[in-house]
């Protein structure tokens, strides 16, 4: 699944695809009974948002999303529900779209996940613009860009924080 991830991350959507198709990630455990499970929504996810299959990737991540709860995964939850609500904004659903990433934002402030939190803050600036609230959807870039200085602060190899920084400046929720 991290191979298939680390495609995704360099824009080649169907090298992730034919990892989602070998064998071991196609076994029931791997899908439904693992915290690899839960990887393998999300890398899932993110290929079917490229393809635009978010009505079939929404059903998918409410499996994941049940499991990470019974697991008590919080960080695995804020990141699923990231995800769940980019299915939804690609489906017209802000408001819906808007809930989920509030309540993300929420479990992210309160794990510290500040990894994650910037990601949710992006999501919930793309529905306020979207939804015509230009102040709103500011609030929430400025709150992003806080975030990911914060972050970018704590990455020790320069190189690497220049990736970080020229990839957040670049990256929207409907984008990913």
């Keep these: 699944m991290a191979e298939a ?51 079939l990737i929404l059903a998918r991540l409410e499996q994941a999303i049940a499991r990470a709860e019974r697991m008590g995964l919080v960080v695995w939850l804020i990141e699923l529900w990231l995800l769940q609500g980019q299915a939804y904004l690609g489906l017209e659903r802000p408001a819906e779209s808007a809930a989920v990433l509030t309540k993300a934002r929420r479990a992210a402030e309160q794990s510290g996940s500040r990894k994650l939190l910037w990601q949710v803050l ?14 709103q959807a500011e609030l929430f870039r400025q ?23 020229a990839r957040t400046r670049e990256w929207r929720i409907h984008d990913r």
């Design 122 to 135: 992006s999501g919930l600036a793309d529905v306020a613009a979207r939804d015509g609230n230009r102040e």
């Design 143 to 165: 709150a992003m860009e806080a975030e990911t200085a914060y972050v970018a602060g704590h990455i020790a190899d320069e190189q690497l924080r220049r990736k970080f920084l």
């Design 5 to 55: 991830r680390l495609h995704l991350y360099a824009g080649d959507v169907a090298a992730a695809a034919k990892v989602l198709e070998e064998p071991e990630a196609q076994s029931d455990w791997v899908r439904t009974d693992s915290n690899t499970g839960l990887l393998f929504a999300a890398v899932e996810a993110l290929v079917g948002f490229a393809e635009g299959r978010h009505d």
